[in-house]
T-cell receptor
Framework: GQQVMQIPQYQHVQEGEDFTTYCNSSTTLSNIQWYKQRPGGHPVFLIQLVKSGEVKKQKRLTFQFGEAKKNSSLHITATQTTDVGTYFCAPASNFGNEKLTFGTGTRLTIIP | EPEVTQTPSHQVTQMGQEVILRCVPISNHLYFYWYRQILGQKVEFLVSFYNNEISEKSEIFDDQFSVERPDGSNFTLKIRSTKLEDSAMYFC?????????????FGQGTRLTVV
């Protein structure tokens, strides 16, 4: 089945530093979504990328979809304590049922 | 803002007992899902449900599991005979048809502990 790996598994940064998580798929993707899960919380949708090489920005967050549509990244500029949580990439199935295959996740902790 | 609601928030059950986890998806959504997350691990797909039937299920979703949409609002996950390894957070999710948005809305989850 589809394998979606993320690196790093954990990232500890000083508040104000940048953070990047990388997502790699064993297969070519039709789309990829990103979710954030706060400690003790549930996954919350951040964004969806569909086009090869697509770049989308949400304030301090920049999302990128690779040219070959097999990888993606999320970059946070100048992290804040509110950024704490686990970030998951999740391709959605293209077979009509829209199931998500979550990546392994990157847990971000911020040192104030 | 519409949200997916799940009950109960916590459930402790003895091994071998049956449990039913309940969810109320967002009212105009057509796709419903159950996912689970073992503590500290990634979110795993269990089953998707569309048009009153299962559209896909994972290897985890064996004969001990079943889903039902008993009325127009509720969506339930039943585990027939719980095992210790069923202990996890179970998330219900719902989404619009893909023509509108693929975004999945997750409930707050039910933490199931099997003792």
């Amino acid at each position: 089945g589809q394998q979606v790996m993320q690196i790093p598994q954990y990232q500890h940064v000083q508040e104000g530093e940048d953070f990047t998580t990388y997502c790699n798929s064993s297969t070519t993707l039709s789309n990829i979504q990103w979710y954030k899960q706060r400690p003790g919380g549930h996954p919350v949708f951040l964004i969806q990328l569909v086009k090869s090489g697509e770049v989308k920005k949400q304030k301090r967050l920049t999302f990128q979809f690779g040219e070959a549509k097999k990888n993606s990244s999320l970059h946070i500029t100048a992290t804040q304590t509110t950024d704490v949580g686990t970030y998951f990439c999740a391709p959605a199935s293209n077979f009509g049922n829209e199931k998500l295959t979550f990546g392994t996740g990157t847990r971000l902790t911020i040192i104030p | 803002e519409p949200e997916v609601t799940q009950t109960p928030s916590h459930q402790v059950t003895q091994m071998g007992q049956e449990v039913i986890l309940r969810c109320v998806p967002i009212s105009n959504h057509l796709y419903f899902y159950w996912y689970r997350q073992i503590l500290g691990q990634k979110v795993e797909f269990l089953v998707s449900f569309y048009n009153n039937e299962i559209s896909e299920k994972s290897e985890i979703f064996d004969d001990q599991f079943s889903v039902e949409r008993p009325d127009g609002s509720n969506f339930t996950l039943k585990i027939r005979s719980t095992k210790l390894e069923d202990s996890a957070m179970y998330f219900c999710a719902s989404s619009d048809p893909p023509s509108r948005s693929r975004e999945a809305f997750f409930g707050q989850g039910t933490r199931l502990t099997v003792v």
